[in-house]
């Protein structure tokens, strides 16, 4: 039987406090506390950069962006999150998932575009960078973390994860080089195909994907905490 992995919709969080709930979850994960869980969100507006900073990717100064920059714990550079973007923050312990770094992130654009294509979008990847392109503009951003959240005697466990434009505002980009790149563009769901799928609907294609490409079986996570979905609650050591 596959392990368990518990999703569920989050609905729309501010950056802050989702990042503080991926590190709770992580360190119940290290200590085997919980499943593997897989949050899907979307967010206010937000840019965010990885562990250098913005550098000079901002297109404007940082008073004018119209959103807060929050520099992170991730790899990658400079993105936006917005609303009609759906994120998913995987929590997973590479080691008992059998898996390194690389073949992790592999596995997240795999996963993107078997999703994009059941929204008739033929999604790819670009040689020596990360995410899934559709031609030269990306459709969908990854940027991960993975440490030991409980200390040396747990276990190595992902944070971050994946933005998938679906209907968001690509205006935003405008304001930075998105990821760094500055000869290549960004696009979304919606301007490839016209469609304007519901965002928690793509997050539940997305979670069926998911569950495929890393053999685990999906299974939601429906209690509630304060109006969002709580803390997986089981308390068995899980491996």
């Not at 807060?68 to 998913?88: C, K, N, S, V, Y």
């Not at 999703?115 to 040689?127: I, P, R």
């Not at 997305?206 to 308390?235: I, W």
């Amino acid at each position: 039987m596959a392990p368990v992995c518990e999703y569920a919709w989050l609905g729309r969080v501010e950056y802050r406090e989702a990042w503080e709930y991926q590190r709770e979850l992580g360190r119940r994960r290290a200590l085997g506390e919980i499943p593997d869980t897989l949050l899907l969100l979307e967010h206010d507006p937000v840019y965010t950069t990885g562990r250098r900073g913005p550098g000079g990717h901002l297109r404007m100064p940082e008073a004018a962006l119209g959103a807060p920059l929050i520099e992170t714990d991730r790899g990658g550079d400079i993105t936006f999150h917005g609303p009609g973007q759906l994120i998913a923050y995987p929590i997973i312990d590479l080691r008992a998932a059998g898996l390194a770094v690389a073949g992790y992130v592999r596995s997240l654009e795999e996963t993107i575009i078997r999703t994009l294509s059941a929204y008739g979008v033929q999604g790819g990847v670009s040689c020596g960078q990360t995410g899934v392109w559709v031609g030269d503009e990306k459709v969908a951003a990854i940027g991960v973390r993975v440490g030991k959240p409980a200390g040396p005697a747990g276990g190595w466990v992902t944070g971050h994860g994946l933005a998938l434009n679906v209907d968001v505002d690509l205006a935003w980009f405008e304001r930075i080089v998105p990821c760094g790149i500055a000869d290549k563009g960004v696009t979304s769901i919606e301007k490839l195909t016209g469609q304007v799928p519901a965002v928690p609907d793509v997050g539940e294609a997305l979670a069926a994907t998911f569950g495929e490409t890393y053999n685990r079986e999906m299974c939601v996570n429906s209690s509630s905490r304060t109006g969002r979905a709580a803390l997986p609650t089981s308390r068995t050591p899980v491996t």
